[in-house]
């Protein structure tokens, strides 16, 4: 009785998912039927130039800091290896801040960084994106701000303070009004810190961005 019983359970779940253990599918035929996605219908640019701004909300490892918005801006450039298919490089120009607590006061960190990313997108549809990639973040300067009531002083760090770093992103973005692309990442980033220094070079956050199609090679299929 307990046989019968599992083998009506195993056949209502098999149905329910609508698969057959003798039907699961290899990962070429898996490949084929993505290749056949509503993105492959329509036609794409090769080459496309995206200027753009991103919000910035990256905060530290350190337990004492608060991350605070900073506006930056970015120019990306996109090549199709198929209308599924992309990889993306740029510049972004990166602004990092962040709060803290110094004694009866509030001090700030204001960082800045040039930002070289490189990823492979992914374009399902005609309106969504999926993005993975790495990045290598050039450190400019800093900035600490110690603000006490109306009160505020603003000292630049020394080079040392602060160093260039490594990480990594995903994104996730839909594309609107035909030239206007809305993205949201989440990014990391990380290096060894000086012993003799307080300070971190490692941070993660998250950015919202959009960028605007400048320009776009012709189009084909």
Not at 37 to 53: F, H, K, Q
Not at 180 to 200: E, I, K, V
Not at 204 to 218: E, I, N, R
């Given at each position: ?34 290749q ?18 991103e ?42 801040a ?11 960190d ?39 009531d ?53 941070s ?18």
């Open positions: 009785m307990d046989y019968y019983r599992f083998s009506l359970l195993a056949l209502l779940v098999f149905g329910a998912l609508d698969i057959t253990p003798g039907n699961a599918q290899g990962g070429g035929l898996l490949i084929q039927q993505y056949k996605g509503p993105a492959l219908d329509g036609t794409y640019s090769r080459w496309t130039l995206y200027p753009g701004v919000l910035n909300y990256i905060n530290t490892d350190l337990a004492t800091t608060k991350p605070k918005l900073a506006l930056g801006g970015l120019l990306q450039v996109e090549f199709r290896v198929s209308s599924t298919v992309g990889l993306k490089t740029g510049v972004h120009y990166t602004p990092i962040y709060s803290y607590p110094v004694q009866d006061s509030v001090g700030v204001q960082l800045r960084y040039w930002t070289l990313p490189m990823s492979i997108m992914l374009h399902p549809t005609q309106r969504v994106s999926i993005g993975l990639g790495a990045l290598y973040n050039l450190y400019n300067q800093g900035a600490f701000v110690r603000s006490i109306d009160f505020k002083n603003k000292t630049l760090y020394p080079k040392a303070h602060f160093r260039n770093s490594f990480g990594g992103f995903v994104q996730v973005g839909y594309h609107f009004l035909q030239k206007c692309y809305a993205f949201l990442n989440y990014r990391w980033a990380a290096r060894s810190n000086l012993p003799t220094l307080s300070q971190t070079n490692t993660s956050g998250f950015q919202l961005g959009v960028t605007y199609t400048l320009w776009a090679s012709k189009k084909r299929r």
